[in-house]
């Protein structure tokens, strides 16, 4: 930021006294003073200017400009004369308002505008140049007043005349000021390259490169790589990389899996396996008391100690030996002074007579431990207090089992361990204990006392019957019709599992065959109870060789049941049915008591009190449903199932025939005729 400093004298003085006479001068001299923005003069040198004439103060378009390409400066003093590249005209000057000369100093803003006073209005004089004068005009033509604002050269300072900065009387003292030059190089370059005497600096100082530090830390090398199946462990002292095999176990310590799992998982456990009952310590005996501990196989023992609680009249005369499953002796107590009962921790806090315990840590310690207590003073020759407890606690760093603390998540499913019979013992120490059963498909849990078994073989199963139809109905209602192994008592009954026939479609399922009657097959004894054969799917079960009947005399073999189908077929198609409700605490022998049910029935028969259902007879009737049995010609009911040889005479010749009543008249049989027929099935639910 340039500002300008001009002087009244310089202004005064811009007409250049040589022009010649007959023409107004066309230049004006001017001296002005740059200062910088701090109020000090300017670097001597050579400055770009533009100056330029206006009718006004501020704005307006300049009636004149003259550009300087380099104004030189000596301590912010400069000598100029306007007008030399573009003459100046009286008209510029014309107007109330005079003319006002502005400096731009490039390419700084330009300069507030100076107002021209007095001697530059003598361009004026130009427009006398047209008159004609006879004589000249002398000072004493002129009035005083015109010539009062003018000072004669005579009075002038030299400066004014001279514009000469050196003429200047009473100046800035400039002498704390440096000349340009006598600067030194560096002051005007500022390049480090021309201090003199510049101190020495490390070649990265100059270069700027990563490469010129000195003790550059070693990074990998570029392109290098660790080949497959190997993972970077660290750098060498030259770069290269030190490479380990992936997922090295022996890259991780043992116990790492809580490390590596968040804590969630661990492989470090602590099994306590404890004495399973008092042990009595004979008087005087010296083959003494030996209670055993079975320490299952658990993992490598880390930490190992055994806990004891003795009782003993006189602890002074017992000794205490632990016989590990190695078979080497540890004497933990021999015969010293201590208040009964003795309790002790082995080997720390308490220390062992002999032996080295810590001879197991790296080992696992399966097997047999065995405590024996030998008292050689004498009580009573009997009984002189006992092993009260003692315990083996292993800390081990498994490789048999993992413990997870958080829930356990399995996307990809979970395999049980699979064996033939229990593989551990159940018992307090393996509480939860969860195997399948190869043997049987079953899946057991120990409750801490036995294994609880829990089938998993599908419902009706070998390993796993159902009680009856009905239950295998509720307990897989998609389980079609077909041969399904039953067991009416449960598990725990005496009998035993056996198959039959199930039908799971007709009204609702869940029907367990109680009966079969085929033609040529003869009577059969309904006191007997007799297990469905085998091969007892439907078609199996309509075949006229194969008959049978799971009702015992009386009552109805599946407990529970309280309804009655019986179903004649045609081949394989059902043309007949009828449904009666069972009232199992109202039995005899021969007769079922029960009310017909429209919705079980392909029927319709009027309601009657009682309906017998009869099951064989001597007269050759396999199975009946009558409203009265009064003999022939006089018994009428709804069904019945005849081989022939009875007492009536529709009864006689066939080896199967049935017959049913009308739904209203209850007229006997003989009146309706036999029907075509070849199985007929009585279920139960």
């Not at 510029?92 to 003319?99: L, N, V």
């Not at 469905?532 to 006229?544: C, E, F, R, W």
Request: net charge negative; hydrophobic share 40%; proline share 7%.
């Amino acid at each position: 930021m340039f500002q300008r400093t001009m002087t009244a004298a310089g202004i005064a003085a811009w007409l250049a006294i040589a022009a010649p006479a007959a023409a107004a001068p066309t230049t004006m001299a001017l001296t002005g003073r740059l200062t910088a923005a701090g109020g000090g003069p300017v670097s001597d040198g050579k400055y770009p200017v533009t100056f330029s004439l206006f009718k006004a103060a501020a704005g307006g378009t300049a009636v004149w400009t003259e550009p300087v390409a380099a104004i030189a400066t000596e301590g912010g003093v400069f000598h100029h004369v306007v007008g030399a590249a573009t003459p100046l005209t009286p008209a510029m000057f014309a107007g109330p308002d005079g003319a006002w000369l502005e400096v731009k100093v490039e390419p700084e803003p330009a300069m507030p505008r100076l107002a021209l006073r007095a001697t530059p209005f003598s361009v004026r004089a130009a427009v006398s140049e047209g008159l004609e004068c006879s004589g000249c005009v002398g000072p004493g033509h002129l009035d005083p007043a015109v010539l009062q604002p003018y000072a004669k050269t005579s009075v002038l300072a030299k400066v004014a005349t001279s514009g000469a900065y050196a003429d200047l009387s009473g100046g800035p003292d400039f002498s704390a000021y440096a000349k340009v030059g006598e600067l030194a190089k560096v002051a005007q370059s500022g390049a480090f390259a021309d201090l003199i005497g510049a101190p020495k600096l490390a070649e990265v100082a100059t270069t700027g490169n990563f490469q010129d530090l000195n003790n550059l830390p070693k990074f990998a090398k570029v392109g290098s790589a660790c080949g497959t199946g190997l993972v970077v462990k660290g750098l060498a002292v030259d770069g290269s990389l030190q490479c380990v095999a992936a997922l090295d176990p022996t890259a991780l310590p043992p116990d790492a899996l809580d490390e590596v799992s968040n804590k969630l998982l661990t492989n470090q456990f602590v099994d306590t396996f404890s004495a399973a009952a008092p042990t009595p310590i004979p008087d005087q005996n010296p083959n003494g008391a030996t209670s055993t501990i079975a320490v299952g196989d658990i993992g490598v023992a880390q930490k190992l100690t055994v806990t004891i609680d003795v009782e003993n009249s006189n602890l002074e005369t017992i000794k205490i030996t632990l016989v590990d499953p190695a078979g080497a002796s540890h004497v933990l107590w021999d015969k010293a002074k201590a208040p009964s009962p003795l309790k002790k921790t082995f080997p720390l806090p308490d220390q062992l007579v002999s032996g080295d315990l810590g001879a197991w840590v790296g080992k696992n310690p399966m097997g047999d431990w065995k405590l024996t207590v030998i008292d050689s003073g004498f009580l009573n020759n009997g009984v002189d207090g006992k092993i009260a407890a003692w315990s083996v606690a292993v800390s081990t760093l498994s490789n048999k089992k993992v413990s997870a603390d958080g829930l356990l998540v399995t996307n990809g499913g979970l395999k049980l361990q699979l064996a033939a019979a229990h593989p551990v013992a159940c018992n307090p120490a393996n509480l939860a204990y969860v195997y399948y059963n190869t043997a049987n498909d079953t899946l057991y849990i120990c409750n801490g006392k036995a294994f609880f078994p829990i089938p998993i073989a599908g419902f009706g199963t070998a390993g796993n019957a159902t009680l009856n139809c009905k239950d295998l109905k509720t307990k897989d209602p998609a389980a079609p019709s077909g041969t399904y192994w039953i067991d009416p008592d449960g598990p725990s009954g005496p009998a035993t599992p056996f198959q039959n026939y199930c039908d799971q479609s007709q009204f609702g399922g869940g029907w367990t065959m109680a009966l079969k009657y085929s033609a040529g097959l003869g009577n059969f004894d309904p006191q007997a109870l007799v297990k469905a054969k085998s091969g007892m799917d439907l078609v199996g079960q309509l075949n006229p060789a194969k008959s049978g009947n799971i009702l015992s005399a009386g009552t109805i073999a599946l407990p529970g049941a309280t309804e009655l189908l019986a179903v004649v077929y045609k081949g394989s198609v059902a043309v007949y049915t009828i449904g009666f409700s069972l009232v199992p605490g109202d039995l005899n022998a021969t007769w079922v008591k029960g009310k017909f049910i429209k919705s079980l029935s392909s029927v319709d028969i009027a309601d009657y009190d009682p309906s017998l259902v009869s099951l064989g007879s001597n007269s050759g009737r396999q199975f009946y449903v009558t409203h009265n049995h009064g003999g022939c010609p006089n018994d009428a009911g709804s069904l019945v199932v005849a081989t022939g040889g009875g007492g009536c005479g529709w009864e006689g010749g066939a080896q199967f025939i049935w017959y049913h009543a009308g739904p209203s008249n209850w007229a006997n049989f003989t009146s309706e005729g036999k029907k075509d027929g070849e199985t007929l099935i009585v279920y139960v639910r």
